[in-house]
């Protein structure tokens, strides 16, 4: 089994940067690839970015492109979002998942228990 643990939600306000993290543990935990995604109120989850963990290359939702850097430290099995010049749209639940069956955005198998970003204007 894999544990995913999310830390660095809060109030932020607009324009402000965050920086999420998420650390996986577990004796089963592998070179997964891994994602963030949000939910916000009344919305559905949707994909934000993710990173292969061989490799290091990422993807985006093409709505945070230029705005948030995913990346990993693989020492630690911890995986990062900078959030920056955020807005009150950006305001969700942030949630970390591994291993992408469909790299980048489906079919992840694990899930952590989301943390939450809130962006006051």
């Known amino acids: 089994q894999v544990q995913l643990v999310e830390s660095g939600g809060g109030l932020v306000q607009a324009g402000g940067s965050l920086r999420l993290s998420c650390a996986a543990s577990?004796?089963?935990?592998?070179?997964?690839?891994m994602g963030w995604f949000r939910q916000a109120p009344e919305k559905e989850r949707e994909f934000v970015a993710a990173?292969?963990?061989?490799?290091?290359?990422?993807a985006y939702a093409r709505s945070v492109k230029g705005r948030f850097t995913m990346s990993r430290d693989i020492r630690k099995n911890t995986v990062y979002l900078q959030m920056n010049s955020l807005k009150p749209e950006h305001t969700a639940v942030y949630y970390c998942?591994?291993?992408?069956?469909?790299?980048?955005?489906?079919?992840?198998?694990?899930w952590g228990q989301g943390t939450q970003v809130t962006v006051s204007s």
């Open positions: 990173i292969r963990w061989s490799g290091g290359s990422t």
């Open positions: 577990g004796r089963t935990f592998g070179n997964y690839d």
């Open positions: 998942a591994a291993d992408a069956k469909r790299f980048p955005d489906r079919d992840y198998t694990y």
